[in-house]
């Protein structure tokens, strides 16, 4: 299986990716992969810099690839998740439009 997405590019917009208690106590732990303090967190919470984790992707492809695959199976669960309602019989005219 071939990565779709070459170099590996992560999005860590989510705040769940900054470690806001070391933040605060001014105690950045150290980056898993490189051992130099880090704000950011992984997937997983643990310390790890942005460009380290997606180095360490470049140099495990078959990893990239799966983690690629989780990735769009829980964006494509997200949506199934977001269909518009059908209005029907049974609505109780929670769906009635103002005249």
Do not use: F, R
């Given at each position: 299986m071939s990565p779709a997405v070459w170099p590996p590019a992560?999005?860590?917009k989510s705040a769940a990716h900054w470690d806001y208690d070391a933040e605060e106590t001014?105690?950045?732990r150290p980056c898993?992969?490189?051992?130099?303090?880090?704000l950011l967190l992984s997937e997983k919470g643990e310390p790890c810099?942005?460009?380290?984790a997606e180095g360490w992707f470049e140099q495990h492809p078959?990893?990239?690839?799966?983690?690629?695959a989780q990735r769009d199976r829980k964006k494509t669960?997200?949506?199934e998740v977001l269909v518009?309602?059908?209005i029907g019989s049974d609505d109780s005219g929670l769906f009635e439009t103002a005249a």
């Open positions: 992560l999005d860590w001014g105690a950045p898993v992969l490189c051992g130099k303090p880090s810099h942005k460009v380290c078959e990893a990239w690839a799966v983690y690629e669960t997200a949506q518009e309602p059908v």
